[in-house]
């Protein structure tokens, strides 16, 4: 994660700063329209580990139950760049 990006995230989610994958789906969630669907290419960290208990039981599960989900496997993203 780049230095800005976690001040950032430390200066405004203080309680749990380390879990950028949980603000990215419950801000897709916040954005979307009723009955709408969210999609992204995450990696898997978060459906296995306590740490994200709370984006599972709360978010994947209450509100916005999970419809379909692809593991495409290591080494899919590999070479992705963000600039």
Same mark, same amino acid.
């Given at each position: ?28 969630i916040?954005? =979307? ?48 760049? =963000?600039?």
């Open positions: 994660m780049p230095t800005k990006t976690k001040e950032y995230l430390r200066r405004y989610y203080p309680k749990n700063h380390l879990i950028i994958t949980r603000h990215f789906i419950e801000r897709a916040d954005l =979307a329209e009723d009955e709408g669907y969210i999609g992204a290419f995450t990696g898997r960290t978060f459906m296995f580990l306590k740490l994200y208990q709370w984006v599972r039981e709360v978010l994947l599960k209450e509100r916005a139950p999970l419809q379909l989900v692809w593991d495409l496997g290591f080494g899919v993203l590999d070479v992705a760049v =963000a600039r």
